[in-house]
């Protein structure tokens, strides 16, 4: 068995994808997951499969779509994936709350940091696929919009890490 990280997209966020945890890990059981477990009400679910990621991801999807009535965007990644982005974020020394990884399917265009609108003194750094975003002064009043990251999700370092965590349990 494989230990997956399923990362959902735009669920309890600013009121829109309402998705109980609950829900969420019932849905991993019914599609064959095992220990299922959830991670704070923003989409977040940790579990063991012996299927492949497109599968997990295929299962998963299917189950989302038919629970929300519309598609829901699903992350997967591998403890493994995970912990080597973990790794791999450019902004050591920075507050872990203050640094997002968005997560995609597929590696971030080339023109990505061409393509940003209203950055201010938020840094960025591609990754295989994945987008390191430092928000200097923090999120709360930052504009800064990265069409790359539509279909992706975002997580902190704090969030990262305590999945990764859950997975190696």
Same mark, same amino acid.
């Given at each position: 068995?494989?230990?997956?990280?399923?990362?959902? +997209?735009?669920?309890?966020?600013?009121? @829109?994808?309402?998705?109980?945890?609950?829900?969420?890990? #019932?849905?991993?059981?019914?599609?064959?997951?095992?220990?299922?477990?959830?991670?704070?009400? *923003?989409? !977040?679910?940790?579990?063991? *499969?012996?299927? @492949?990621? %497109?599968?997990?991801?295929?299962?998963?999807?299917? +189950?989302?779509?038919?629970?929300?009535?519309?598609?829901?965007?699903?992350?997967?990644?591998?403890?493994?994936?995970?912990?080597?982005?973990? %790794?791999?974020?450019?902004? @050591?020394? #920075?507050?872990?709350?203050?640094?997002?990884?968005?997560?995609?399917?597929?590696?971030?265009?080339? !023109? @990505?940091?061409?393509?940003?609108?209203?950055?201010?003194?938020?840094?960025?750094?591609?990754?295989?696929?994945?987008?390191?975003?430092?928000?200097?002064?923090?999120?709360?009043? *930052? +504009?800064?919009?990265?069409?790359? %990251?539509?279909?992706?999700?975002? +997580?902190?370092? !704090?969030?990262? #890490?305590?999945?990764?965590?859950?997975?190696?349990?």
């Amino acid at each position: 068995m494989t230990p997956y990280i399923a990362l959902l +997209r735009a669920v309890n966020v600013g009121g @829109t994808g309402k998705l109980p945890m609950a829900d969420l890990r #019932a849905m991993c059981g019914d599609a064959g997951f095992q220990r299922a477990r959830t991670y704070i009400a *923003s989409g !977040n679910a940790v579990f063991d *499969s012996d299927r @492949t990621p %497109a599968q997990v991801k295929a299962a998963l999807e299917k +189950r989302l779509a038919a629970y929300a009535g519309k598609p829901v965007g699903v992350i997967v990644r591998q403890r493994d994936e995970l912990a080597r982005v973990l %790794a791999a974020q450019p902004f @050591t020394g #920075a507050a872990p709350n203050r640094v997002v990884v968005i997560f995609l399917d597929d590696p971030p265009p080339a !023109n @990505t940091l061409d393509t940003l609108r209203h950055q201010r003194d938020e840094r960025l750094v591609l990754g295989e696929r994945e987008i390191y975003v430092h928000y200097g002064d923090g999120m709360a009043d *930052s +504009r800064l919009v990265i069409p790359a %990251a539509r279909l992706g999700t975002g +997580r902190n370092l !704090n969030t990262i #890490a305590k999945l990764i965590e859950m997975a190696a349990a």
